[in-house]
């Protein structure tokens, strides 16, 4: 199994250096389960976008605000958050590194 704080610090690395400022990496794919490790800089957002049938958002570093029409979160290292079943987008309050968990149908 992966160290995810290793991970963490690896794609955190390679955002800050990157000129998008994000970094991803896919751990798990195993239909319909799949969990991605997403490294934001400060101010890099995730553009708003579908939601899969069920998902979450823990924080493994820093802090992000997860954006929906419903009303926005913001959530610190350590918090999980169900990702709301609407249009959502992403936003690095600071650097940060979160993991995804999603299920697709």
Avoid: W, Y
């Amino acid at each position: 199994m992966d160290d995810l704080f290793a991970l963490a610090e690896e794609h955190l690395k390679a955002a800050r250096s990157s000129a998008h400022g994000r970094s991803a990496h896919r751990l798990l794919h195993e239909e319909p389960l799949r969990q991605t490790v997403i490294a934001l800089t400060a101010g890099t957002a995730l553009d708003e976008h579908n939601a899969p049938a069920a998902a979450s958002l823990q924080v493994l570093r820093g802090r992000v605000r997860l954006t929906a029409g419903s009303g926005n979160v913001e959530l610190g290292t350590g918090r999980l958050q169900p990702i709301p079943q609407e249009r959502h987008g992403l936003l690095a309050l600071e650097d940060a590194v979160v993991l995804l968990t999603t299920v697709n149908e």
